[in-house]
Structures are given as C-alpha cells and as structure tokens.
C-alpha cells in the first residue's frame, strides 16, 4: 500500500490517494481535481473508489466529479442526505480497492455522520494499516465540533471524545495515521502539533483526546477553546450535499478600462492581490488589499470579509490572478472576473494599476512599523487591534480597540472619527483592515509589524 499526499496548505487540508500499485482510492478531494488526476496518472494507477469522511464545512468537494470522470464508486454516508447518486456505506462496511482491504469505521463528533477509513493490505506488505481520520482524529488534537449547531455542540464533542477511542483501538498503534485537517485548518480546535505524519500509538501518548482519562475534562476544555470560524463555513456543506459540478479554472479575459471604473464606482468589490506595501502606496480608490500568498490565509479571509456571492474581480499579475482563481473555486466563489497588471511589482511598483482604468481616483495610506506609532501618534488617534478576540485577550497593546478583520465592515460606523493605526499578529490581516477603512474614507494607518515585536519596540502592552 502507498499513499499519495495532496496537500492544500491555503486551507489547512490534505487529500490523499491511496494504491496497490494499481488501483487507486481517493479521500477527502478537493475541488480542483486535476493535481490528484496527475498523481494518479504519473503512478499508473486507475482511480476506482472516491471516498468522503464527511460532508466539509471548510470546501466544496470534488468528489463527485472526480467519481463520474473516472466511472469510480463514491463512497458516503448512508445517513447523509445527499442529491446525487452514491454507494451509501456505514459503520463496519468493508471493501475491496484491488487488494486493499477498506473498512469503514463511524465516528461522530466533526459532524453528526463523520466516518473514517480504516486501510489494509494482508496480501502484500505484512498488513500494514493506515488510518484516514478526515476531521475526527487529528495530530495532537481532534476537529472542532461546533461547526453543526450550538445546540449540538456538546454533544458533539463527548462524541468526539468516544470516536477517536474507538478509531485508535480499530487499528494497531504502527498504523499511520492520515487526517484531512489539522494542517492550519480552522477546522481544528484544541492544541494541534505541526506534525508532518504521526500514528495511531504516537496519537495514544501524545494528544490529549486520548490520554485525557476525564471524559467531562476533555469536553469542558475542548468547550473553552472554541473560535471563531469563516463565515463562508456556513454555504460549505449544503453545497456538498447538493453536488457540486465541475469547476472552472480558465483565467477569464481581463475586464476593459471603462467596465472596472463602472464597478469601482459601483462600489463592487475589486481585490488588489499585490503587495499590502505596494497597494498602501498606491491604489485604485474603492479597491480592497487581500495580498496573495506569503502563508497568508487568502482563501478563508476573502471568504469571511467579503460578503458573500458578491460581484468579484480580481486585480495582480496573471499568475497570481489564476492561482487566486483556483483557490477561491474550492470555497464555492466561482468565475471571478480579473484585470491583469502588467507593471513593475514588488513593494515599490504599481504593478501598472493606472493602465488598468484611467481616469479613476487613486487613493493612498501610510505604513510603518511600531517606532512610526511611537513616534507620529497623536493623543487622539486610535490604536485598532483587528485579530481574534482569543488573541486580543491573551495580550494586547494599552487602550486599543479590538475589532476583528472579519467584523469590521458591520463595526465601521463604531469607530471613532479620528486617525486610526491598524494592526494584527502579522501585518496581513491588517493590511486587509486599513483598505477596509480607507475604502470607507476613513484616515488610517498600517502598522505592518508583528504583535510580538511590539512590547521590545517600547509599545505598552497588557496581558
């Protein structure tokens, strides 16, 4: 048996392809199939099983179209209420994937109808095991329970707490152990290592769902560490259940000058994917920073601030406009029109935003770093901390403001008509806040800095 890792690290989340040699089980894939399509196709293998640990809450699924492509069975819950045709599976099913041995094992807490897989292979390497836990057993913690309804969440997470017990004791402790989050994914929760592989023995000594011996322990800190989630989460799995065609990935033709003047001046939103410095120093007035790449979370913050289904173009150089495109089609935002730059890029280049619709206003805010706050901040400014409240509580700078990134469009008018120095943990989140703000004409300030240099730079901060 060899398994085949396809991670998508702008979610936090990882597909897997799992063989003989020759056929070929697919778990968990994400929308754009093509990069599993290609793993298969440079190892030889025939994809005949496409399996789901649940419907996802956090992308839509490519499972389907991957199945019907490939005249592969789709493996699903048989208490999911789907709109497509599948092979309805449940707890303690077993199948045959060439000579992989696939046993189905349920394990409720992610979600009401959670599976995970359980894979052998008597036949060729001494039965080796592996485990493809999706969203129940992740390393070092397990997935969040929340995602549901506050009304189960509870529940959810004592489930939680007897599934992953379960999955450890379905398996011998050498099998290795593949989750589907865990990897950045918000839908974790709870303290996950930033394993690159465990098992299920390493998981029995090491996470605290599995060494916890208080079942109500675990529940109430598992409980307590509930965060905030995209608001996208919530249009996720009705998507899946409804069964999601096929995706397109095509960069569309650039849209003309006097169409995205129209849309600026019509308020839709246009996303700059340049640099957050670059956009700060100059940019088209109504635009909105959502800087791409740079281990940034540009997919789950576009998806949460952005009210969604609305109008979208994307405004950077091509290759990033199409790598945008791809990830923003595995949350459910489809056929974004784009106007491509041309221009010098970097921090400094405008990367030709003024060819791109002449005539229209340009706006600009200044940047710095936390000496610039120490040194230009005026009595009446306003420090606006934009992250989580978690963090904010954890430690935050004297006297700011907590309002966080995804907040801040319905909380504008809160805020206080003076000078407002924006910051975040990183800079990103920020960045995505001051355009916010300036797109609302209000003065602002980018602090891109990172919170933790903050107090050594002699800014005050409480914790």
Known sequence: MDVVVIETTALGDRS????????ALVIDPQRDIDRIESAAAEAGLRITHVAETHL???YVTGGLVLAQK???????????????????????QVLSVGRLQVRVVATPGHTHTH?????????HDGGTEAVFSGGSLLYGSVGRTDLVSPNDTAKLAHEQYS??????????????LYPTHGFGSFCSIGPASRLGKSTIGEQAAQNHALTDPSEDHFVAELLANITEYPAYYAHMSPLNAAGPGPVQLALPDSVDPAELSRRLNAGEWVVDLRHRVAFANNHLHGSVSFEYGSGSNFTSYIGWVIPWQQPLTLLGPEEEVGKAIRD???????RPEAAVVHGPGGQEGDGGVGALAPG???SRYPHGDWGTLLKDRRPEDVVLDVRRPDEF?????KDALNVPVYGLLQRITELPQCRIWVHCATGYRASVAASLLDRAGRKVVLINARYKDAAGAGITVTS
């Open 70 to 92: 490939h005249g592969a069975t789709y493996l699903v819950n048989a208490a999911d209420a789907v709109s497509f045709n599948r092979l309805p599976v449940s707890d303690g």
């Open 16 to 23: 897997y392809l799992v063989h003989d040699g020759s056929v």
């Open 163 to 176: 599934s992953v017990r379960r999955l450890a004791s379905s398996a011998s402790p050498n099998a290795a």
């Open 328 to 334: 923003l089609a595995r949350i459910g935002i489809e």
């Open 115 to 123: 599976l995970s897989y359980v894979v052998r292979d008597d036949t």
């Open 360 to 362: 229209s206003p340009h």
């Open 56 to 58: 996802h809450n956090d």
């Open 393 to 397: 509580e954890v430690s935050h700078i």
